[in-house]
Nanobody, 115 residues
Framework: QVQLVESGGGLVQAGGSLRLSCAAS????????MGWYRQAPGKQRELVAA???????NYADSVKGRFTISRDNAKNTVYLQMNSLKPEDTAVYYC?????????WGQGTQVTVSS
């Protein structure tokens, strides 16, 4: 089992920045990859960014050049630095961990970008 706790969401004006954090606990040794997903009202949940245990990263086209995913292995924490935020980035952001064939999710954190 893996437990994920997110923090760092909030309200920001367009062009601003936020950093999301996701702290993992439990069977963290078995985590293959972690990522951030988001879900806007009336839309499907979508992948924003992911990072593997080997450090490879992957980004949605809509956030490339603006968002950066990183991790601190000592703290078992993954971060999502979001710059140049746009109103269309408004969503609930969820942390995800893929471990031993299973997916684990955090509770979600709201990000609202005002125009």
């Amino acid at each position: 089992q893996v437990q994920l706790v997110e923090s760092g969401g909030g309200l920001v004006q367009a062009g601003g920045s936020l950093r999301l954090s996701c702290a993992a606990s439990g069977s963290i040794f078995s985590i293959n990859a972690m990522g951030w997903y988001r879900q806007a009202p009336g839309k499907q949940r979508e992948l924003v960014a992911a990072i593997t245990s080997g450090g490879s990263t992957n980004y949605a086209d809509s956030v490339k050049g603006r968002f950066t995913i990183s991790r601190d292995n000592a703290k078992n924490t993954v971060y999502l630095q979001m710059n140049s935020l746009k109103p269309e980035d408004t969503a609930v952001y969820y942390c995800n961990a893929h471990s031993s064939g299973a997916d684990y999710w955090g509770q979600g954190t709201q990000v609202t970008v005002s125009s």
